[in-house]
């Protein structure tokens, strides 16, 4: 039983490469999670333990994947960024792609009891779809995480307003949702104030801003580096010697993955951490007492 | 803050719809297995608890999925198959791909205390990469699974061999590599009979023919169809009534999914089972006692 | 000046290989061909000299292109054929498409003058666009071959119908089209011979039908040959020896390419002419006088 | 005979738009050019009415196509660059590289017996291939066109010195490669100066540096511009007004189309021409007398 008059089959196979030196972006989403939140009876608007799996799982992707210079997460959905000179399976899309969302997945599922456990899965199980993108220039990797991150903060206002109408207001879905038609945001800023006595801006970071996770190193100056220039004018290929790529590796491996809560559409997010847009890991931070873990929950 | 300005990034997304009237095949793998297999001491040649936990993973994607029409696994590999009219996620690659990735591997992670309750997981967590490839005809998607099937066959062989000479020969890995080159089926066959007694034939069906996962029904007389011509030769689209569509999902999601370890080879297997080629759900058999849930351990 | 520190821009070439097994079709398109044949004040509805000038670049091509197995062609368009198992080019889109458009439009302008004596070309010059198109089974390309065809009569009904009730019936173009909205084809049929006594089944098959080139032989017997059901289930590679792929080339480039007006819709056309499915020439014909010379305007 | 039941066959396109804020290659390339060269006993290693006729073609493709920023030619291919915010038929592969390899090959052989009034052609005639390949960053772009250049030096000092050896030298094809293997550029001017008397710097530009064509306005003062880190920090989409679009078109049409023999490598040539980075027409140069018409052989 040769199997060498059926391995033409392999002919059928599509090479997938990205283009290369462009920035890689994998977004992934919860599937039904709609549904799914019901189901463990998430709390509204926002379930801080499950934005804390979610993060957590997505420290542990961006821990185990050093080509990954930043990831930025909202609700169910988070996104991954390859530097623009990643050539982590040659750029395969399918395997860049699969290897986050099944990661992803795999600590989801094994974090669960640690966030939830009063609550114990069961089939259906959680799932996740993903998708890369392209983009070709840092403005406008740097316009994708602008529009996720307004993206958030425009939900998050609608949310917050729209359950503070059901839960405190005596609403039903029907009737916060007609009262909120047509508003802008100072209106439902307005409404949570003079209604339920809540200053929007006082709600915890992680919901109005969602999480940036990356690699911390000592913040440089700000108008010390360019980086965003830099990096758009270097081209095809980075030419690192073996023993200066190991270096670098090392000090990414040893640098502590952080969750934070910050803005990412102003310049002064990037321009203090220009290793970001490098890929340059820059000089360790002065060690501090924080757990490092991705497997804990302790963030 | 508008998000409209950013909006367009969306832009850069590019359409991935994979061509309609072929058959698509997404095949999964397990990332560094050979490493993962020797963390949990998984026995040589074959693990029976790793492979049934593979099964009840893959047969849980397939329950979820009625679109799959049959599915097949080896070592640490799967491979699912979507009937070749198959219009979910208006064949999107990346959600195709991404969804059953994900779906394996919650399951597998879920399950994994069922068949290893003795080993607990710990970091870095298994994880599986996939993608999809497209067959234009019915023989280029079987002539794929008999790829598959003799792969496996080959390599078992291989396999039980040289931990034969290893395990109960004493070799080393070398020596055993090096009594191996250059041996035909034959010479292997003979050499565990005559060496240690084995006679291969007699081996378990899953390990020499690998497992097959599909929708269970009444077989055919041998004969009475001609599914593969039928396939070949229906061109696009489709077109069921509403409630014939219904019909047939009902009984579908009805049908148990079986685990068996056949030959897929050979026509009998597709010329009794001609739903698979047709998707046309076949007459139900009559009930058996055994489990269908997806998430039990008891095939 | 070595070149090798600018040579990796090369990895930015992305594959374009079609899927094995699958029929490509390429479309052209004449590029703003309304406009184009104002300027050359082409007759209406059809322009008989602009119809055998394409026709006869088409034939060049197929002739040129033993790959191609049948090309049809109606107006200012073309759809060339090759066969599932054409392995040109390693089957690149861009090469297998750019092709046939840069030698069509060549023998286009080449020709020009045998069709358009007293009318010489000027700048800006006609032009062609083209794409391909992969159908996986015979229905399937039959079925686009079909749509090109209805297409074809139905554009042409329309057409002959409003050119009449302006050229004879003194009517402007808006009095026209109002005239003909909502119309169907027997109103059509109707109007054409009750008022100027035309018989629309008497009109030139050129125009009715469209054109069709392809490689000429003996006609099988009806029923005597299923193409159709072979093609389909003949999976890659098709394995010639060297000698046998050399004589039939040999045959291919003697069979003389032939400009006919035929139903291509119904079986008829494809039962009797086997070869354009199965790829195998035919016995030739027995020889006639017409000439064969595909830069003659003679057919 | 509704073509409704076909239309279907519409679903099997594949969408081809190529990535946005992309700098979009298209090059062309002769097909069999060494066989048609000896038909037309083309002078070697140049035939300077052969790269005319190049140069003549390409130009009219310029001049018709407005979004393209420069292109350059040797031998007998050429590289079209569209600027990274073309958005010409949306950005379609397929419609982007057939129109101009097909308005190219027209306009080929339109002009022929212009340059070649002595040789008519006769089939098989002349016909070209191409493709498109998408740099991200202006670094890409120009490494890609200071590859084709430096390829056009050392063919061009390789084939010059071969030649000489074969006509003037006495030698045959075969010893004129040994007496070449090894050789770097200055054993070749060495030979050429001592055996020949040739001075390569003085051979003719157009044979040295190849050709290049764009649109000319009046040179900037170097260091004035740095269209470069403009160009690559600028985000999709830019929004020009309908009005300043139509005057920025308006400008580009009555801009002359130049045929130069520039270096291309060193930045000078872009710094002092840096609408052809920034796609902002530059100001009329003072009109001179030369010819613009694509068509006419003048340059």
């Excluded at 050539?87 to 099944?102: A, G, M, P, Q, W």
């Excluded at 270096?247 to 952080?258: H, L, S």
Aim: with cysteine.
């Amino acid at each position: 039983m040769a199997n060498s008059k059926w391995e033409y089959v392999k002919l059928f196979e599509r090479p997938d490469q990205l283009l290369p030196n462009t920035w890689v972006v994998v977004r992934i989403d919860g599937r039904g999670f709609t549904k799914f939140a019901n189901k463990y009876s998430w709390e509204k608007p926002n379930d801080r333990r499950a934005l804390d799996l979610m993060n957590a799982a997505a420290k542990a992707v961006v821990t185990e994947m050093p080509d990954l210079v930043i990831a930025y997460g909202i609700s169910d959905e988070y996104s991954f960024v390859f530097h623009k000179t990643c050539k982590l399976f040659e750029r395969r899309e399918s395997k860049l792609v699969t290897t986050i969302v099944s990661t992803f997945t795999s600590y989801y599922i094994y974090l669960w009891s640690q966030y939830f456990p009063d609550r114990p899965l069961s089939p259906p199980l959680p799932s996740f779809d993903g998708r890369a993108v392209c983009y070709p220039s840092v403005s406008n990797m740097r316009d994708y995480m602008s529009w996720r991150q307004a993206d958030c903060h425009i939900n998050n206002l609608y949310n917050t307003t729209f359950w503070c109408l059901i839960l405190r207001g005596g609403m039903n879905s029907q009737e916060a949702e007609r009262a909120l038609a047509g508003t802008v945001s100072g209106d439902k800023n307005e409404l949570l104030f003079t209604k339920f006595g809540i200053n929007y801006n006082n709600e915890p970071e992680i919901y109005k801003k969602g999480s940036v996770i990356f690699r911390d190193y000592e913040l440089a100056e700000p108008g010390s580096h360019n980086a965003a220039a830099e990096a758009d004018s270097t081209a095809e290929p980075v030419q690192l010697s073996k023993s200066q790529s190991e270096r670098e590796k090392k000090k990414r491996t040893k640098a502590k993955v952080v969750i934070e809560h910050l803005d990412i559409i102003k310049d002064d997010f990037w321009d203090r951490r220009p290793w970001i847009l490098s890929n340059k890991p820059g000089k360790a931070r002065a060690q501090t007492t924080r757990e490092t873990s991705p497997c804990l929950a302790s963030e």
